[in-house]
């Protein structure tokens, strides 16, 4: 089955209210000229009711980058499904390597979190990958393997393929201008196409789709994205700039 491509942007902790607003007016008309493309949008708390509200109606989804898996209570400085709804968020990362490497998030806690977003009727972008140690070591495939399955034990047996995408982040290529090679990318992406199919089967596989995430940018996206199970980007820096997000974009119909 076909899978429709998206280019996802992550702000990651970047922009202030007023270049959120500057950002979604430039957005808009290039996620409405995109075509074929879903065009997404990670942005920080602070900028998420605004940038939703300006993006509702219009092809670009509004997505957040992180919450908690309860819903409410005694939580001090976390966000939950519910508020993330209730402000217009459509989408939401969960895993981010930054998250699990500087907030400690486990496999569990993507796992739990996974589960809320997708009840709560969130589409969550639930990221993998190794870091070169885990590569050059032979471990990779372990650590992607135990990332999958564990969002994949936790969620129901019949989870619609269009209501989640897997992001495949090498640790390594991530703001370091070091991209995986296509093939590393096909490779990997290829292998949790696989995975999913072993544990859901050839139709969920074959339906879900998975982005590519570290140091896109507009000179090697055509590459990337010319891999078979390569379904879009997910992109940091080179997606900062809203004319160069705007270049993927195109770059990704
Ligand atoms: P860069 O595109 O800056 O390498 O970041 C990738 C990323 O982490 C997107 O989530």
Same mark, same amino acid.
């Given at each position: 089955m076909a899978r429709k491509p998206m280019m996802a942007a992550n702000w990651k902790m970047n922009k202030t209210l007023r270049e959120a607003e500057d950002y979604a007016a430039a957005v808009?008309?290039?996620?409405?000229?995109?075509?074929?493309?879903?065009?997404a949008v990670f942005v920080p708390f602070t900028c998420l009711n605004e940038f939703a509200r300006m993006t509702a109606d219009t092809p670009v989804i509004a997505g957040a980058q992180n919450?908690?898996?309860?819903?409410?209570?005694?939580?001090?400085?976390?966000?939950?499904?519910?508020?993330?709804?209730?402000?217009?968020?459509?989408?939401?990362?969960?895993?981010?390597?930054?998250?699990r490497e500087i907030f400690f998030e486990s496999d569990e806690m993507v796992a739990k979190k996974t589960k809320r977003a997708l009840d709560a009727g969130?589409?969550?972008?639930?990221?993998?990958?190794?870091?070169?140690?885990?590569?050059?070591?032979?471990?990779?495939?372990?650590?992607? #393997?135990? #990332?999958?399955?564990?969002?994949?034990?936790?969620?129901?047996?019949?989870?619609?393929?269009?209501?989640?995408?897997?992001?495949?982040?090498?640790?390594?290529a991530i703001g370091t201008g070091d991209t995986a090679s296509p093939e590393d990318a096909q490779d990997a992406i290829g292998q949790v196409r696989g995975l999913l199919e072993e544990l859901r089967g050839e139709g969920?596989?074959?339906?879900?789709?998975?982005?590519?995430?570290?140091?896109?940018?507009?000179?090697?996206?055509?590459?990337?994205m010319s891999q078979r199970d390569v379904d879009g980007g997910l992109v940091g820096g080179?997606?900062?700039?809203?004319?160069?997000?705007?270049?993927?974009?195109?770059?990704?119909?």
């Open positions: 808009i008309p290039k996620a409405e000229d995109a075509g074929g493309v879903d065009v919450f908690y898996f309860e819903d409410s209570g005694a939580y001090t400085g976390e966000v939950s499904a519910p508020m993330l709804l209730d402000v217009g968020a459509r989408a939401v990362l969960i895993g981010h390597s930054e998250r969130l589409i969550p972008v639930v990221c993998c990958g190794e870091t070169k140690e885990e590569r050059d070591s032979g471990g990779m495939w372990d650590k992607i #393997q135990a #990332q999958i399955k564990a969002v994949m034990d936790a969620v129901d047996g019949d989870l619609d393929p269009e209501k989640i995408i897997f992001a495949y982040e090498p640790i390594w969920f596989a074959g339906s879900v789709r998975i982005l590519y995430g570290g140091s896109v940018k507009p000179e090697n996206i055509a590459e990337i080179a997606a900062l700039d809203v004319e160069s997000f705007g270049e993927l974009v195109e770059a990704a119909k």
